[in-house]
């Protein structure tokens, strides 16, 4: 069975919001899947905002429980680890260096195969080698540097925007984004299961 964590910063908007659409989409399409959420930056037993709930509610979704902190045994548990953004990526990263293969942020993961994926690749080599010159007083060639710039400028965003005290249409505008893209997930996760 998957077992699928996803995170955001706080565990009371996005990722709770996620988590209810995703389990939602799971059960209606019989994926074995087992799915909860936490945060970054949060503390356990936070209620869901107000709008959040209201918009799962206008969804007819089950509302999940109370916020919960992300720990390491969360991040034990799970075999697939979704953040909203890449920098909730890299705080897990950061203090979990071993999450890295089941680490992605939700676009990410949802956009692996398209060729974009390509030029996220390069860029983040192009990246990584620019960080090893500088720290050995070398830079990268003009025509490395242009390459990364016009790769920068190519990749699409990959953060879900944090809807957090904004209006309960900018909530219905976030959850409107998570569910095209988990439906593209749970896509995924087929092609993923029969490649196995």
């Keep these: 069975m998957n077992r699928i964590l996803i995170v955001c910063t706080g565990n009371t908007c996005r990722s709770p919001m996620a988590e209810a659409m995703l389990k939602d989409l799971a059960a209606r399409t019989g994926k074995p899947l087992e799915i909860r959420s936490a945060g970054v930056a949060t503390v356990n037993g936070l209620p869901i905002s107000p709008h959040a709930a209201s918009t799962l509610r206008r969804r007819k979704l089950m509302l999940p429980g ?3 902190a992300l720990t390491a045994d969360e991040v034990l548990w799970a075999n697939l680890i979704l953040t909203m953004t890449s920098g909730h990526k890299r705080a897990i990263l950061e203090r979990f260096p071993q999450a890295l293969p ?20 390069e860029a983040e080599r192009l990246y990584s080698e620019w960080q090893v010159r500088q720290a050995l007083g070398q830079n990268l060639s003009a025509e490395e540097r242009a390459r990364l710039f016009e ?10 925007a944090d809807p957090f005290g904004g209006s309960l249409s900018l909530y219905e505008q976030c959850a409107d984004e998570l569910e095209d893209i988990l439906m593209t997930l749970v896509d995924k996760l087929d092609a993923d299961s029969k490649e196995r």
């Design 151 to 160: 790769l920068q400028r190519r990749i699409p965003d990959f953060d879900i």
């Design 66 to 68: 109370d916020s919960t």
């Design 102 to 121: 089941k680490t992605f942020t939700l676009k990410e993961y949802a956009l692996r195969g398209d060729p974009v994926m390509d030029d996220v690749a």
